[in-house]
């Protein structure tokens, strides 16, 4: 399958600060890639890069096979849904979706229909005269999705298109998106903070830090077997175990990822202190401390609770241990 | 909860309870100022332009009568008319294209101490006496001037004296004629241009030009499309300054221009040395009638749907 998208050791500085960092990096044709990261950690300029409104500072960007580089926005065939939505508050709804086609040129009536059936598309038939600012949130990003999509793009950018929703508009846009993204087998690029909106829309995702690419994988590899301890951190929260632990539990001197949900208390084990407990309605939580480490533990509904104070052994199958790789940050 | 009872507390508290009470407070001294005194006496000069002059005592007939709007018909009068709002059209446009591209400077690209420049450039000409300025440009302009002396040094001389002999806009020189005048116009007004489109300018978001680039819109079209609509109620509201400040000035076209009078030449005269204030009342209806007419068209035009 050829390649949607391709970064090329790429990097993009902005005076001192590298914001995106020699980045290697291929999405492919017609998938769900989602590029996951915290604030700051070059997600969105590498978004920017593929929609042009960043250029390079050293490497290349392809788009479909070809060097897009030198490309101006205006001549790429991607459109991105903005954060802000960015609609022209001066248009109505119907005439914001069809901005593209009227710069293509194409005929007032054909456009118009392409928007509405656009609108169709995203449930606001019937909002075509409307202005933006008479909109919901959740409506205006509707639009956004409309006005994107109409052009028949062959990659669309989304910049965190759904935070600024409220949580129930968010997880049904989620699955919207995802059946929209099957339905018209676009590549679809999702720029994303919410390792859980991550983790449930897209193929593949890859994890940003401080400018660099940490891991790109499916959800479920890079929820089992993260390679870095920030991975393992950031996607699902999971314990890191020091060094020492590792060397003194299997002989290995490397950093582990261990994920609460997978370990359970027991007659022996590693011995720890419970130190607090919290309830998150299907599981409770405790923070047990080991050898001056504090690893969580994820203890199902029903099962029974330590006191606080209390010393407990904690237990887990040899394959829910997981190596990591000893670069760190 | 123990009561501090200083005057300043109890005024505060009364006002919490009764918040109408301050705002009536704030709000009638100025209501008074420019009901009464403002307003009342432009309706008491409006009143006099449908009285009439006395030819022979030169005495006020203060009987109700168009006639002295039937003045303004006559073709000396008419003239100025004519010759005013085309001056204030002309020097609105001009503002319009001057003060766009630095105030999208200033909005899109200034910050920090660019900005702090840009503000003291715009707002320092404000802060200097407006007779000083129009002095000033005299001196530019005359004959023996600074442009004058510039076209000579780069011996484009033959340019300007051909720009002078076109009739109409030309003249002697530059300071006793028609494209003296409107320069001066141009320069004493553009601060009123720049500030309103920049504060507009800089409410647009770049994500929206972004969007317009993305959308496949080459820069002149996001221009035509985007910036411009959402820039047209600052350019709205900085030509309202322009236009009508160019409508009402008598003192610019007194020092800097030809000999033909501008409306608020006609208005110092009328009602000053000619003793005619029916009639100079009648030509200062004028700007506003002019200024209503231009508001209402750029309503229709859409120009205000943006806000």
Redesign the interface.
Known sequence: MASAVKFEATSRFFGDTRAVDDVTLEIEEGEFFAMLGPSGSGKTTCLRLI???ERPSQGRVHIFGQDATNT???RRP???V???Y?????LNVQDNVA??L???RVPKAERHHAADEALDLVALGGFSKRKPSELSGGQRQRVALA??LV?KPKVLLLDEPLGALDLKLREQMQGELKSLQRQLGITFVFVTHDQGEALSMADRVAVFNNGKVQQVDSPLVLYDSPKTPFVADFVGSSNVLPVEMVQRLIGVAKLASLRPENIRLAEDGLVGTVESQAFLGAATRLEVAVDGARISVLLPKGAELPNDGSEVHLAWDADALNLLEATNG | MASTATFGGRVSDAFWRKPRLLLALLLVPPVLWLGIVYLGSLFALLAQSFFSIDEFSGLINYDFTLKTYGELFRPSNFDILLRTVAMAGAVTLAAAIVAFPIAYYAARYANGRWKVIFYLGVMLPLWSSYLVKVYSWKLILAKEGILNWLFETLHLSWVLQAYLSVPGIGGYSLSVSWTGTFLVFLYVWLPFMILPVQAALERVPSSMLEASGDLGAQPGQTLRYVILPLALPGIIAGSIFTFSLTLGDYIIPQIVGTSARMIGQAVYQFQGTAGNIPLAAAFAVVPILVMGIYLTIARRMGAFDAL
């Not at chain 1, 960015?86 to 001066?90: R, T």
């Open positions: 929609a042009g409104f101006p926005p205006y991607v459109n991105t903005f954060q802000d960015a609609l022209f508050p001066h901005y593209g009227m710069i293509a006005r994107a052009n």
